[in-house]
T-cell receptor, first 113, second 115 residues
Framework: DSGVTQTPKHLITATGQRVTLRCSPR?????VYWYQQSLDQGLQFLIQ???????AKGNILERFSAQQFPDLHSELNLSSLELGDSALYFC????????????FGPGTRLTVL | AQSVTQLDSQVPVFEEAPVELRCNYS??????LFWYVQYPNQGLQLLLK??????LVESINGFEAEFNKSQTSFHLRKPSVHISDTAEYFC?????????????FGKGTKLSVIP
């Protein structure tokens, strides 16, 4: 158990809908990262927050957004969902932004029908 | 920008045989290197990492990896695999410079240990 929690574990929805994925980092970690894992693209970095502020952006679509709240949990919002958004979404946390080790949560499996 | 190439998508190996999972990276700056393991239906777990110092790094469960700067490689090895090592293994790289935060992953190698 990495100490990073993600909810929900599974999510099934329809095209065009909007969903919110939630992540609670390890106790004491200030930085949160979001990754998408799909069969064709592999593991792709989406976005990173540190202590409430966006620090880095990767291959995140404009339909996706994220935020980190004062209690340090983070949410990833996915809107206007398409079939191709079906994937595993992982959250990771680390104590600081420029740090060696990221600890991953169990992931949320999103299925868009 | 960095990139990671894992040369084998699947590696079948018999139990108690040795295994090597290959990883090559590309980067114009100094890097940190990682191997993560993903067991079925689970998240990623850090297996081992190279930050600096000795180029040979070891994990607690018998895996080791050697950083080879001239060949830009970080291959993962285990002298004798167990059934429980069946999983997907991901090599990842991160710039060692300030201002770089994200990990860049390879496509993964599925290790199947055959009884």
């Amino acid at each position: 158990d990495s100490g990073v929690t993600q909810t929900p574990k599974h999510l099934i929805t329809a095209t065009g809908q909007r969903v919110t994925l939630r992540c609670s980092p390890r106790s004491g970690d200030l930085s949160v990262y979001w990754y998408q894992q799909s069969l064709d693209q592999g593991l792709q970095f989406l976005i990173q927050y540190y202590n409430g502020e966006e620090r880095a952006k990767g291959n995140i679509l404009e339909r996706f957004s994220a935020q980190q709240f004062p209690d340090l949990h983070s949410e990833l919002n996915l809107s206007s969902l398409e079939l191709g958004d079906s994937a595993l979404y992982f959250c990771a946390s680390s104590p600081r932004p420029v740090v060696d080790t990221q600890y991953f949560g169990p992931g949320t499996r999103l299925t868009v029908l | 920008a960095q990139s990671v190439t894992q040369l084998d998508s699947q590696v079948p190996v018999f139990e108690e045989a040795p295994v090597e999972l290959r990883c090559n990276y590309s980067s114009s700056v100094s890097v940190y290197l990682f191997w993560y393991v993903q067991y079925p239906n689970q998240g990623l777990q850090l297996l081992l990492k190279y930050l600096s110092g000795s180029t040979l790094v070891e994990s607690i469960n018998g895996f080791e990896a050697e950083f080879n700067k001239s060949q830009t490689s970080f291959h993962l090895r285990k002298p004798s695999v167990h059934i429980s090592d069946t999983a997907e293994y991901f090599c990842a790289v991160k710039s060692a410079g300030a201002g770089s935060y994200q990990l860049t992953f390879g496509k993964g190698t599925k290790l199947s240990v055959i009884p």
